[in-house]
């Protein structure tokens, strides 16, 4: 089922771009600074703090005050700069330069809980640190995901985004960890968007237990008698 999912979302969508490749330290904080705001802003934050404070253990030992003065371009950098800095402060409790290659080394499971165990740092951010940069599989569950594959019945629809990683991570082949993850985002930003999915234009309606009752509901008399939220941002 998921391939035939995956291979009908390729065919519509194409192969993913390959998405940017980040030294692990980098994509940890660059998925912190993502956390609440767009991709522009965390990519000037990013630049901003990179060009006053060039290493890591800079911005580890910067004055808070100066790194949300960097920050500020991403939005909320009063609570982002001392949740970086605690990050970096863990990352190099052995008195060294800030270090995450040791995650490359561990089991996967091994790596998310030492990874969630960072603060601040959930299974999203952490999953993200090992699936884009390491080539680690396991799939990070951002709002789309989970929206698409609550839809399509992959998981539960009541299950949390937390345990969605390791339910998710076990469905999809290895192989096809990074492909499923771009595509289920692409697909949730273009078809089955959060509000009114367009399962009338969707390939995987056949596939879905979602779709033709939505298709169906609306057709009857609109949106109203919908429960058109379920699945959406959480
Ligand atoms: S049929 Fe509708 S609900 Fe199901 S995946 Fe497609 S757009 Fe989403």
């Not at 863990?90 to 040791?102: I, K, V, Y």
């Amino acid at each position: 089922m998921i391939d035939r999912i995956l291979d009908r979302l390729r065919d519509r969508y194409g192969p993913p771009s390959v998405h940017r490749r980040l030294a692990p330290l980098d994509e940890l904080v660059l998925t912190i600074l993502s956390q609440n705001t767009s991709d522009t802003n965390c990519e000037r934050a990013y630049a901003s703090m990179r060009a006053r404070f060039p290493e890591w253990s800079d911005v580890r030992d910067a004055d808070t005050a100066d790194l949300e003065e960097a920050l500020r371009p991403g939005g909320l950098a009063r609570q982002k700069a001392p949740r970086i800095q605690a990050v970096l402060r863990e990352l190099s409790a052995d008195g060294g330069r800030p270090r995450l290659g040791w995650a490359a080394e561990l089991a996967p499971a091994d790596a998310m809980a030492r990874l969630e165990s960072l603060p601040g740092v959930g299974p999203k951010t952490a999953s993200c640190v090992l699936l884009f940069s390491l080539d680690v599989p396991v799939m990070p569950v951002d709002t789309h995901v989970g929206r698409v594959a609550r839809r399509l019945g992959l998981i539960p629809e009541r299950m949390a985004d937390g345990p969605a990683h390791a339910a998710l991570t076990a469905l999809v082949p290895d192989a096809r960890m990074l492909e499923a993850h771009l595509l289920l985002i692409t697909h949730g930003r273009r078809i089955c968007v959060a509000r009114r999915p367009r399962c009338g234009e969707c390939p995987l309606l056949d596939l879905c237990p979602y779709g033709p009752s939505a298709l169906g509901v609306a057709a009857a008399g609109g949106p109203s008698h919908l429960r058109l939220a379920r699945g959406q941002e959480g």
